[in-house]
């Protein structure tokens, strides 16, 4: 349990931070960073298979259809969320962003409701109520959606959906499949980049080793979150994940100076608002699920 809880909060904090390891390197494209992040990440998780002895499982995962087009979905999904997170930090969105993570788990309750007809409490339907309340209000504020926190949300949702349904691959083996199939096209564009000479790999050492070090921030806290979920209750992981989008903002006030405008502080209120009623909720129900089994 104790090492199951400084797993997640491991996992949480380095991605709460990640804003300032993205930017250690100035002048890189999102889509240049995105394409290293995907082609270093897989040989990083192939020893992780290695390690595990999970070749075998591995080809007897892949060898089914219906996980195979699931793999290509979920690739799909990841390559948007990331692609779309690194864009907003190295383009001093950082802000938007983690208003995004914060709406994603009632997106993901209001998805469970939708597509796989769970049933909703009623203190979920207020928090999504007024969750949905604040981003309407947001877009009236500043005369625009707030595209960069809704397509975080939404493709995140999406992508956990998908690891619902039956058919999807366990947690590595899944994210392996998906990130291989990104990584022959991104190994394309790096290659393409780098004998054209508009490739940032081989501009120095430091930065062909920041490029490299992008795999491992990918894969360890991806890692530190599937071994810690194992081991504590959902909702207390549930609860944790609040950790990261908080640094988020905190580091993009505090370090890179963004500014909160007015339409911004009452959006985050008001999100702020639906999680306090959604966490409550989640507490309740965990404590009566525990007087139950006893």
């Known amino acids: 349990m104790e090492r199951g809880l400084w797993l997640g909060l491991g996992a949480y904090l380095l991605w709460g931070l990640s804003p300032v390891f993205w930017n250690l390197v100035a002048g890189v494209s999102a889509v240049e960073v995105l394409a290293h992040r995907v082609v270093w990440a897989v040989p990083i998780m192939l020893l992780l298979v290695a390690a595990q002895r999970g070749w075998r499982e591995l080809r007897e995962t892949y060898a089914v259809r219906r996980t195979v087009l699931l793999a290509v979905a979920g690739g799909v999904l990841i390559v948007t969320n990331w692609g779309v997170y690194l864009w907003a930090v190295l383009n001093e969105r950082i802000l938007e962003a983690s208003l995004g993570y914060f709406i994603n788990p009632l997106v993901s309750v209001a998805l469970g409701v939708i597509v796989l007809r769970e049933h909703m409490r009623p203190a979920q339907r ?25 397509l975080l949300a939404g493709s995140f949702g ?15 083996l899944g994210l392996l499949g998906e990130v291989t199939l990104l990584a022959i096209p991104g190994l394309a564009y790096v290659l393409v980049l780098t004998a054209s000479g508009d490739g940032n790999f081989a501009r120095s050492l430091p930065a062909a080793g920041w490029f490299v070090a992008t795999g491992f921030a990918t894969v360890v806290p991806l890692w530190m979150f599937g071994a810690g979920v194992k081991r504590i209750p959902l909702s207390t992981m549930g609860l944790l994940q609040y950790v990261a989008p908080t640094l988020q903002l905190v580091v993009g006030v505090l370090i890179y100076g963004e ?26 129900a965990t404590r009566r699920f525990g007087v139950a089994a006893a």
């Open 126 to 150: 207020t928090a999504v109520a007024i969750a949905g309340g604040g981003v309407l209000a947001m877009t009236v504020m500043l005369g625009a959606l707030p595209w960069v926190s809704l």
């Open 158 to 172: 999406l992508y956990g959906l998908l690891k619902k349904l039956e058919g999807s691959a366990p947690a590595l």
């Open 259 to 284: 500014d909160l405008v007015a339409a911004q502080v009452v959006g985050f209120v008001i999100v702020w608002l639906a999680l306090a009623v959604f966490a409550r909720d989640q507490f309740v």
